[in-house]
Antibody, heavy 119, light 107 residues
C-alpha cells in the first residue's frame, strides 16, 4: 500500500524557516517524481515544487529562490526547505507522488502538514 | 502559465442526479488533464487521469472526457458520499496548475 506521511509543520514567524519531510512507503521511491502541493484554508490547490528521479527540481515563481525541494532515496524521504517565509505561505502542505515521467498526475497524496506563518 | 477555469463553482444536486463539471484551459494541453476529489478535512484523491482514464478503484459512475482546451467530469447517478470539491489539474507544462474547484453539495 502506498503511504506518504508528512511532518515538520508548525508555527513560524515571518522571515523564518521551516523544513518539511515526507516519508514514503509501499513503492519504489527512487523511481517516481515527487511533488509538494499546498492549500490555504478554504482555498484551492497550488503546486509548490517538483523533483525528478534524477534530482532535477522545478518551482513556480511564487516560491522560487525561497523554497528548496530535495530527496533522499536511501531513506525513502522527500523534503521541502522553506526560507524567508511570508504570511501568504500559510497553508496545509501535501506531498504527492507523480509518475515515472513528466506530465503525470499526482496519484497518491499524504494527509498534509499545516504551516502557519504569523508573528 | 496555463490557467484552468472550472464551472460551476458550486452545485447543489439531488441523489441519483447526473453532475457535469467543466474545465477549460487557456491553451491546448492535449490530454494532460486530471481530476481529483477532495472531501472535507481530507487530502485530494485522483479520480480520472489523462482526461478519460479512470484511476484504480474509482467507481464507474465517474467519467471524464475532452481534449485540447475543453474537458468534462461527469458523475452519473450521484451518491451521498460524492459530496466534495472537485479539482482539475494540468500537467502539460510547468508550472502545474489547478482549477479553482467545484463544490458539489447533496440536497
Amino acid at each position: 500500500e502506498v503511504q506518504l506521511v508528512e511532518s515538520g509543520g508548525g508555527l513560524v514567524q515571518p522571515g523564518g524557516s521551516l523544513r518539511l519531510s515526507c516519508a514514503a512507503s509501499g513503492f519504489t521511491f527512487s523511481s517516481y517524481d515527487m511533488h509538494w502541493v499546498r492549500q490555504a484554508t478554504g482555498k484551492g490547490l497550488e503546486w509548490v515544487s517538483a523533483i525528478g528521479t534524477a534530482g532535477d527540481t522545478y518551482y513556480p515563481g511564487s516560491v522560487k529562490g525561497r523554497f528548496t525541494i530535495s530527496r533522499e532515496n536511501a531513506k525513502n524521504s522527500l523534503y521541502l526547505q522553506m526560507n524567508s517565509l511570508r504570511a501568504g505561505d500559510t497553508a496545509v502542505y501535501y506531498c504527492a507522488r507523480g509518475g515515472r515521467g513528466s506530465g503525470s498526475p499526482f496519484d497518491y497524496w499524504g494527509q498534509g502538514t499545516l504551516v502557519t506563518v504569523s508573528s | 502559465e496555463i490557467v484552468l477555469t472550472q464551472s460551476p463553482d458550486f452545485q447543489s444536486v439531488t441523489p441519483k442526479e447526473k453532475v457535469t463539471i467543466t474545465c477549460r484551459a487557456s491553451q491546448s494541453i492535449g490530454s494532460s488533464l486530471h481530476w481529483y476529489q477532495q472531501k472535507p478535512d481530507q487530502s485530494p484523491k485522483l479520480l480520472i487521469k489523462y482526461a478519460s482514464q479512470s484511476f484504480s478503484g474509482v467507481p464507474s459512475r465517474f467519467s471524464g472526457s475532452g481534449s485540447g482546451t475543453d474537458f468534462t467530469l461527469t458523475i452519473n447517478s450521484l451518491e451521498a458520499e460524492d459530496a466534495a470539491t472537485y479539482y482539475c489539474h494540468q500537467s502539460s507544462s510547468l508550472p502545474n496548475t489547478f482549477g479553482g474547484g467545484t463544490k458539489v453539495e447533496i440536497k
